[in-house]
């Protein structure tokens, strides 16, 4: 098991080709096309806690080789409760592969 805090971040970017939901998740839709976009800024929403799992293996490939693998899986939304604008939830999921040579 696993808890951290974010001490800053930031959610942002641009939605082109696609479309937007004014004031709330079933308000007017906005579409961008032909090259129009706008931005978005979700940074305020996103919380502060986390925790989750996370799982390790190192396998010994030969003498001195090893192969090492960590899985890293949060259990709750990036996003605040009372965020609705993304309807479905996001989750950090790390994989870290690597090896190392033992002398």
Same mark, same amino acid.
């Given at each position: 098991?696993?808890?951290?805090?974010?001490?800053? &971040? +930031?959610?942002? =970017?641009?939605? *082109?080709? &696609?479309? /937007?939901? +004014?004031?709330?998740?079933? =308000?007017?839709?906005?579409?961008?096309?032909?090259? #129009?976009?706008? *931005?978005? @800024? %979700?940074?305020?929403?996103?919380?502060?806690?986390? !925790? &989750?799992?996370?799982? &390790?293996?190192? !396998?010994?490939? $030969?003498?001195? $080789?090893?192969? @090492?693998?960590?899985?890293? !899986?949060? %259990? #709750? @939304?990036?996003? +605040?409760?009372? $965020?609705?604008?993304?309807?479905? =939830?996001?989750?950090?999921?790390? /994989? @870290?592969?690597?090896? =190392?040579?033992? $002398?």
């Amino acid at each position: 098991m696993y808890s951290s805090f974010k001490l800053e &971040g +930031e959610f942002t =970017g641009q939605v *082109s080709d &696609g479309y /937007l939901r +004014e004031g709330t998740p079933v =308000g007017e839709k906005l579409v961008f096309e032909n090259g #129009n976009s706008a *931005s978005y @800024n %979700f940074s305020s929403a996103l919380r502060h806690f986390q !925790w &989750g799992a996370q799982v &390790g293996a190192t !396998w010994r490939a $030969f003498n001195h $080789f090893t192969v @090492n693998a960590d899985l890293t !899986w949060a %259990f #709750n @939304n990036i996003f +605040e409760s009372d $965020f609705k604008t993304i309807s479905f =939830g996001l989750y950090p999921i790390y /994989l @870290n592969l690597g090896f =190392g040579y033992r $002398f």
